[in-house]
């Protein structure tokens, strides 16, 4: 039975649920760099990246870090664990990995049956500057770089690295010395 009672529920709830759906809009992803609080956990000078949210953070003191926007691995070719920032290189020449070239040699066909290394510059897919990633002194092949396309950072689409936008990846390797603890999770 339809009462007084139900009915003016019916009616605040009507009210009110606009609101709250609004309230819940999905936040959309915005790569800009932006200082943020971090988990208490994670110390000074440590850069953490989550592939997921396609966000690395650059702790900067206790419970507080710089967020930028990142791309990274598609499925089956992501880093994750523990590796250092053993090398930087600004506009660092690039050579795809031999199983970057076997997967896809048409994509890399300038690279096969030679050892041709692209130079730097404005069109080396590493962009303006890398981080090297190494684990127990070894390179890992992985690095934090930047990119000549623009358009994928906030997905999963490279060989595994992880992209920044050429501008963000300067303003992170002047802050990160040699050295740097990396954590992909």
């Known amino acids: 039975m339809f009462t007084r009672r139900t009915f003016l529920a019916a009616t605040a709830a009507a009210t009110v649920l606009p609101e709250m759906a609004a309230a819940k809009k999905a936040v959309e992803y915005d790569p800009t760099p932006q200082f943020v609080r971090i988990k208490k956990q994670f110390l000074p000078g440590q850069l953490l990246i989550l592939p997921r ?42 050579r795809p990995t031999d199983e970057m070239i076997e997967r896809d040699p048409v994509a890399y066909s300038k690279f096969v049956d030679n050892d041709y290394v692209q130079p730097g510059g404005g069109d ?39 992209r920044m936008l050429n501008e963000h990846v300067v303003d992170l390797y002047e802050r990160v010395p040699i050295g740097t603890v990396v954590t992909v999770l």
């Open 124 to 162: 080396n897919p590493l962009g303006a500057r890398a981080l090297y990633l190494f684990q127990n002194g070894v390179d890992t092949y992985f690095r934090i770089h930047g990119t000549t396309q623009p358009q994928t950072i906030g997905r999963a689409v490279s060989n595994g690295c992880i």
């Open 53 to 94: 949210s396609f966000y690395l953070y650059y702790v900067t003191e206790p419970r507080k870090a710089v967020r930028y926007g990142c791309g990274v691995g598609k499925a089956g070719l992501e880093f994750t664990g523990t590796a250092t920032i053993d090398v930087k290189k600004e506009w660092p020449t690039w």
